[in-house]
């Protein structure tokens, strides 16, 4: 079937319609959230079907993993698959056009999201817990209370660094003497005046705030001061049993001071975020800012309506990921279903995107971002034009070369070298392979070494031609003898590309699959291609006794 | 019919020991630098952040670098890249770092630290790469071991389709080839990236390939062309290859010349490597690979056809001592 010239031609021209009908412009639909009125649509682009890495359309890239600092997974494959679940739901909702979320080995989840415009908040909205608690705060002052007892803890702490966690004992060695440089005498003989933990801490009212039960301030500034000591072993065992520290989600102004304020709580949540069914981003109508209202489920309500009927008059925290979310309101009647998170001073479009994390669920275990890239849309394009540049100019050279150099044969090497583009592109398309920065550059390299399996077989062609054989017998022996050479380094270099794809990320996989796709195809154009194209010659010119090679 | 390089009758085996020279005058410094300096590994292969910025107003390195380590991100590296307005800021993770795994910190401190030094919005991010120190140790094993599974699989591909000596043979040329791409690298500092290592495996590759073209000439020589010794089949298939050589890696040069040139600041790397490696890949074909080719047959000659030639030919016997 290969035999005869018209077989051959149909087939090289299927194979040229396969590949420009994988490439013809065509519709696709691309599903994302309307940056106005946040209501998801469908808009159709007319578009060539070659898929574009990250690096060349823009987009990001995140490889995460299970943070395991703050709690600890049970069964960390569960967690990770749980976690996946949730992502997936999230990013639908959230409207990227083909977002690709998997697991990569087996504790991590690679999210890639292209055309993405704010990466900072998809990256949010991925990393986000969402793990939302309502909690009863303190009426007893416990934390008051305690106060003394903490600090005589930290001073043992600082004091005997060895008996004290090891990790972290520098820092409040280092307060203690921050401390003692004011109050030397003091400290020196062991008394407790004043404490560490006691002058950072303070009760609303004497900031001159009036606080809710369970309420106090401790300067921004020292916040992160506070937050670290509060974590300390010593401290931790030195808190009242059923008590829960918990920070507020932003600081707070009072007077000029900066507050951020933390907040005594109940050990026992009332109800958490598994019982969520719906949340919806919405305006108050009394303070015109954005809120979240939520909906729970049935034994979602009932743990609500006990929860908050056993507590009217006290006040209910609600907790997002840890934070306490705005001021604790006062339970004034038993909630069941339905309820409300007020997001003072923040945007509308963070309240939808905390809804939509409610939404979708909250995350096991929080994750963190091992792994990111990002790419901004228009350095891609600018590749693009770079690598497309650089493609044409080196093709032109090529031709150039191969002209001057083979004349007649040299323009059927030229030919071959064009469909051999087009196959390699085509190829592409149908993989539906993503075409990435060092693929593009891949091509562009290949189109100098396509033309590799001519060069081999016409040099071949000359030298039987040297020998004195006819210009049949010596495209026949030229193209039998070269067949050996081009296979071998062919399969060679397939080898070496299907390793690469093997260990590559995202660029260099794209690089290996042109690669490869290349190799296949600048092969198949030599070998079948441009030795029809002689056999066309040498059918129009049968009694041709010189070859224009 | 316009023709380079034929019919040439150049004594490649001959003047091996100079090859051998020139190799070892590339080899010996280039390891000791290599050694010394060792390799510019890119934030994907060490961990670490890297944050390319176009500035809309002049960009004052020392004032940005000053900014950075007050947000707790000293020793990093400001690069100025391609354009005038383009830049790259570098920071590898310093071992003192709590939870080097979690990226997000070191990229709002280089955030805030431009923020302050340029002013927000006075710059554009054109692209944020964060790496934590795991995925990238995964990653430099991850390469190591492709070049090595490259190396065995093509060795036995290489003794089915020829036979183990020659499969020897063309791996040497090529570890020399690979090796002395690594050398080249340390050499102009470059920065070993994903791209750049993806480089260094076409670059291997590319020079199997050339020994094969030229092995594939020496396997069909010793099948028809009766030529009295190996030595002489070696010269006579590079010579004969010779005008297929300087074409394919003329026009091969010439596009990763375009590249270099057109293809912008990030892909410039990648080409500079392949460009470098063509050459050697032709070196080591004509030089390195047959001298290794004729080595291993004088010291393990093969049983059957090929060697009652070459054990019987006198010219053979002569030829071992002088070389």
Known sequence: MFDSIRSRVIIIALLIIGSIVALIPRNTTIRERDVNTGVMRDTTVRRVPLKLGLDLQGGMHLGLELDQSSRVSADPSRDLDLALTVLRKRIDEFGVTEPLIQKQGDDRIIVELAGITDPARAKAIVQRSAFLEFRITDRSEALEKALPALDRALLRAGVKPAAGAPTQPSAVTQLLQGDTSKKTAATDTGVVVGGVLSSLIQSGAQAGYSPVPGEYLVKETAFPRVDSLLHLPEVLSALPRNLVLRWASSP?????????????????????????????????????????????????????????????????????????????????????????????????????????????????????????RQVGASLGQDSIRKGITAGVVGSIIVILIMIGYYRVAGILAVFALAIYILFTLGGLASLDATLTLPGLAGIVVSIGLAVDANVLIFERIREELALGKTVRLAIDEGFKRAWNAIVDSNVCAIVTALLLYQFGTGPVKGFAVTLTLGTLASMV?????????????LERRPNMTTLSI | MRRVFTNTKIDFIGVRRYAYIFTAIWFVP???????????????????????????????????????????????????????SEYVVRARLSKEAPDQDNTDATVSAVRKALDSSLGEGKYTIGRTEAVGPKVGGELRQKALTAILLAFGAILIYLAVRFEWRFGLSSILATAHDVLGTV??????????????????????????????????????????????????????????????????????????????????????????????????????SMFIAPAVLLYIRRRWPPVGAAAPRSTRAPAGRAAQPVG
Not at chain 1, 318 to 343: A, C, E, K, N, Y
Not at chain 2, 190 to 210: F, H, T
Request: charged share 20%.
């Open chain 1, 525 to 537: 154009t030599a070998i079948f291609v441009t030795r029809t194209f002689f056999m066309i010659w």
């Open chain 1, 252 to 372: 707070t102004s009072v007077g000029a001071e900066s507050y951020r304020l933390l907040y005594s709580l109940e050990d026992r949540a009332i109800v958490t975020g598994q019982n969520l069914v719906d949340a919806k981003e919405e305006i108050d109508p009394l303070t015109s800012g954005p809120i979240v209202t939520f909906e729970l489920d049935r034994t979602g309500a009932r743990k609500f309506g006990d929860g908050t009927g056993r507590n009217i008059g006290n006040y209910m925290a609600i907790l997002l990921d840890d934070r306490v979310q705005g001021r604790p309101p006062v339970i004034q009647s038993r909630i069941d279903r339905r309820g409300q998170i007020t997001l003072t001073g923040r945007t509308f479009q963070e309240a939808r995107d905390l809804a939509l994390t409610l939404r979708a669920g909250a995350l096991p275990i929080p994750l963190k971002v091992v792994d990111y």
């Open chain 2, 30 to 84: 280039g390891l000791i630098l290599l050694l010394i300096r060792g390799l510019n590994y890119s934030i994907e292969f060490t961990g670490g952040t890297l944050v390319q910025i176009a500035s809309q107003v002049p960009v004052d390195v020392s004032k940005l670098r000053s900014a950075l380590d007050h947000e707790g991100v000293p020793g990093a590296e400001i690069q100025s890249f391609g354009a005038d």
């Open chain 2, 183 to 284: 050398i080249f690298i340390s050499v102009l500092h470059l920065e070993v990236s994903l791209v750049v290592v993806g480089a260094v495996l076409s670059v291997l590759g590319l020079s199997l390939n050339e020994t094969i073209i030229i092995f594939d000439r020496v396997r069909e020589n010793e099948r028809h062309r009766r030529y009295p010794d190996l030595r002489t089949t070696l010269n006579r298939s590079i010579n004969e290859t010779l005008p297929r050589t300087v074409l394919t890696h003329g026009t091969a040069l010439a596009t990763m010349m375009t590249l270099a040139i057109f293809g912008g600041e990030v892909i410039r790397p990648f080409a500079l490597v392949m460009f470098f490696g063509v050459f050697t890949g032709i070196f080591s």
